[in-house]
C-alpha cells in the first residue's frame, strides 16, 4: 500500500511539472517568430539595410528608372553585364525647393559618405513654346547650369558654373546635364547645398524669354516630368567574381536558364531531387530556389523584381569525377583519397556554386527615392565540385 502511495504521488509529481499543451503551442510559435524575425534581419544585411524601408501607399518610379532597370537586369533581376551600370548604385532624387523659378534642390541627406560618387546628372523636362511664340526668330539658346554659392560673406549672388550647352527653342522631352562637381561638395559639407539655377540666354548673351524655354516644375507639371536628379555611386562592394569576368565572354550568358523564372518555380520542380527511399542520388546539379519577395513581406517597397531563382546545388561527387561536374583538381585529388581509402575520415568532394552572378533590385528608400542596386553572389549560375 505504502509502494501505490509513493508511486501515485510521483505520478501525480510528474504531471503537475509537465507544462500544458496549450503553453508548448505558443512557446512554438514564440520560437518560431524570432528565428523568422532573425532570418529577416540577416537577409535586409545581405542586402545592405538594417530596417525594410516605411511604405508610403503606390507611387509611380520614374520611367527612367524602369528604363535602367530593364537595361541592365533581366526579368529576374539578374545582371545581364556587369560593365553597363557604372558603379552599383543608382539613385533619383525629386526637386524639394518647388519653385517657379528655374532653381532646384535635392535632399542627399539619404546617400553614405563612404560611396564613392561617380556622376551627377540634373535631368529636366523640356516643354513646347507657347503657340503664340513658336515663331520666334532664336532656333538654339545656351542652357547653363549653375550651383549656388554661399552669400552670407556679401551681398552679391554667387555662383560656379557646372554644365553648359546648346538645345534647340522647339525640342520637347528630357535634357541632361553632368552636375558632378556640385554633389561631390555637397557631399563633402551638406550646409554648402544651396541649389542649382538655370540660366536661358540666345546665342548672342542676352537673357531669353522663359515663356519661350520652358521646363516643367514639381508644383505646376505631372509627376513623370519632375526636375529629378540622378546619382550614380559606388559602395566598393564589388566582388572578385565580378572583377574577374571578362566582359567579351560569352560562357558568362551561356550558364544562365534560357527562360529565366518570373515567378515561383513549379511544384513539379521537386521531381529532381534524388529519391532518398531507394538511396540513390543523382550527380551534382544546379535546381531551383525561388525567392519570393512578397511571401517575405517586402512587395510594398520593392518595384522589380518580384523575386527571383537563386538555385542552389545539389548532387553527389562520386569517383570518378567527370568534367561535367567542373571538379577542381584539389576535388579531384580528395575523390580519389576516397575512393581508395587511404587516409579515414576523407569525405568526398562537396556539389557547390562555382559561378555566381549579381542581380539587380529597384526599390524606394525611406525618402520615397527610387534606387537601383546590384548586389553580388546572389545566384548560382552553375555548380561543380570542390
Same mark, same amino acid.
Given at each position: ?53 516605411? %511604405? ?58 563612404? $560611396? ?61 546635364? !553632368? ?28 537673357? %531669353? ?6 521646363? =516643367? ?10 526636375? %529629378?536628379?540622378?546619382?550614380? !555611386? ?16 560569352? #560562357? ?6 534560357? =527562360? ?8 513539379? =520542380? ?6 532518398? $527511399? ?15 519577395? $512578397? #511571401? ?91
Amino acid at each position: 500500500m505504502l509502494l501505490f502511495v509513493i508511486s501515485f504521488a510521483a505520478l501525480v509529481c510528474t504531471i503537475a511539472a509537465r507544462p500544458p499543451l496549450g503553453y508548448l503551442e505558443n512557446q512554438f510559435t514564440a520560437e518560431s517568430g524570432e528565428v523568422r524575425s532573425a532570418a529577416i534581419k540577416r537577409l535586409l544585411e545581405v542586402f545592405g539595410m538594417d530596417d525594410p524601408p516605411a %511604405m508610403h501607399g503606390h507611387k509611380q518610379p520614374p520611367q527612367y528608372m524602369l528604363d535602367l532597370y530593364n537595361t541592365v537586369a533581366d526579368v529576374d533581376g539578374v545582371t545581364k553585364d556587369p560593365y553597363l551600370l557604372e558603379g552599383n548604385t543608382v539613385r533619383s532624387f525629386f526637386d524639394k525647393l518647388r519653385s517657379e523659378q528655374v532653381e532646384f534642390r535635392f535632399n542627399l541627406s539619404t546617400v553614405a559618405r563612404t $560611396e564613392k560618387i561617380l556622376t551627377a546628372e540634373l535631368h529636366l523636362f523640356k516643354l513646347r513654346p507657347q503657340a503664340t511664340l513658336t515663331f520666334n526668330r532664336h532656333h538654339f539658346c545656351q542652357v547653363s547650369v549653375y550651383q549656388l554659392l554661399d552669400t552670407s560673406k556679401n551681398n552679391t549672388q554667387e555662383k560656379k558654373l557646372l554644365s553648359s550647352r546648346l538645345i534647340p527653342v522647339h525640342s520637347t522631352g528630357w535634357e541632361v546635364f !553632368t552636375i558632378t562637381q556640385a554633389v561631390r561638395s555637397w557631399m563633402s559639407d551638406e550646409r554648402s547645398n544651396l541649389g542649382l539655377h538655370v540660366v536661358v540666354r540666345t546665342l548672342g548673351g542676352s537673357q %531669353m524669354d522663359l515663356k519661350l524655354i520652358r521646363f =516643367a516644375t514639381g508644383r505646376n507639371h505631372h509627376q513623370s516630368k519632375q526636375p %529629378m536628379l540622378v546619382l550614380f !555611386t559606388d559602395d566598393g562592394s564589388r566582388s572578385t567574381t565580378l572583377e574577374n569576368l571578362d566582359p567579351n565572354d560569352t #560562357e558568362v550568358s551561356s550558364d544562365l536558364p534560357s =527562360a529565366p523564372m518570373s515567378g515561383p518555380p513549379p511544384r513539379i =520542380a521537386r521531381s529532381l531531387d534524388y529519391s532518398e $527511399e531507394d538511396g540513390a542520388s543523382s550527380p551534382c546539379q544546379r535546381q531551383p530556389l525561388y525567392v519570393d519577395f $512578397e #511571401e517575405i513581406g517586402w512587395s510594398g517597397w520593392i518595384v522589380s523584381p518580384r523575386g527571383y531563382n537563386a538555385y542552389h546545388c545539389k548532387g553527389s561527387c562520386p569517383f570518378p569525377l567527370g568534367q561535367n561536374m567542373r571538379p577542381t583538381n584539389h576535388a579531384t585529388v580528395q575523390s580519389i583519397i576516397n575512393a581508395l581509402k587511404l587516409i579515414k575520415g576523407i569525405d568526398t568532394p562537396c556539389c557547390v556554386p562555382d559561378k555566381l552572378f549579381s542581380i539587380n533590385l529597384l526599390y524606394f528608400d525611406d525618402a520615397e527615392n527610387v534606387v537601383l542596386k546590384q548586389y553580388n553572389d546572389m545566384v548560382a549560375g552553375s555548380c561543380g565540385c570542390h
